[in-house]
């Protein structure tokens, strides 16, 4: 079974751009979480994409966005970059509905880095 | 509210010793608890799982015990290896809320 995967391993963008990232989950999962872990920090929740639709986000500004396509697949864009959001960017997947015992599932990330 | 709560690192220590780190919850209902591994450049693992008070979660000779009189789900092993050398999440799941709860992340590094 192929496991969560994430392109690309690593972005390297200019302050003011933009960054898109995609996020393939483990086949039968529709639930899909992002989160970024900044240097020396823990994981802070950005989205949750559920059956195609954004179910909650956390406390990040709107310029942090994503959808999830039809194939559970999903895309986290950043718009405006700037240096903070130089992080390791996780997706994790589930199945909708999961129950008490389930876990998340992560792929390796994406490294990106704005300079 | 849930929440999380590890303790700090970095722990270092050298091969064979024995390995706690802690982790306290909160909890509003029963929530399942995990323990995650980070190795360097990767993302993360399941290490183990307790669903339930009383449960112990193991894997690789790690262990966990879900103590539900003092809210604790701590980290242990007999004997640590180099290749054991990563940072650690405890991590509960709040399926009524869709939601995980993620510790700050303990790092480990063994010494030979």
Known sequence: EAGVTQSPTHLIKTRGQQATLRCSPISGHTSVYWYQQALGLGLQFLLWYDEGEERNRGNF?????G?????YSSELNVNALELEDSALYLCASIMTGWSYNSPLH????TRLTVT | GNSVTQMEGPVT?????FLTINCTYTA????????YVQYPGEGLQLLLKAT???DKGSNKGFEATYRKETTSFHLEKGSVQVSDSAVYFCALSDPA?????????TSLTVIP
Not at chain 1, 106 to 109: A, E, Q
Not at chain 2, 28 to 35: E, I, K, Q, R, V
């Open chain 1, 61 to 65: 500004p709107p310029r942090f966005s």
């Open chain 1, 67 to 71: 959808r999830q396509f039809p194939n």
């Open chain 1, 106 to 109: 992560f792929g390796n990330g």
């Open chain 2, 13 to 17: 220590l050298s091969e064979e010793a």
């Open chain 2, 28 to 35: 509003t209902g029963y929530p399942s608890l995990f323990w």
């Open chain 2, 52 to 54: 339930k008070a009383d």
């Open chain 2, 97 to 105: 809320g869709n939601q995980f709860y993620f510790g700050t992340g």
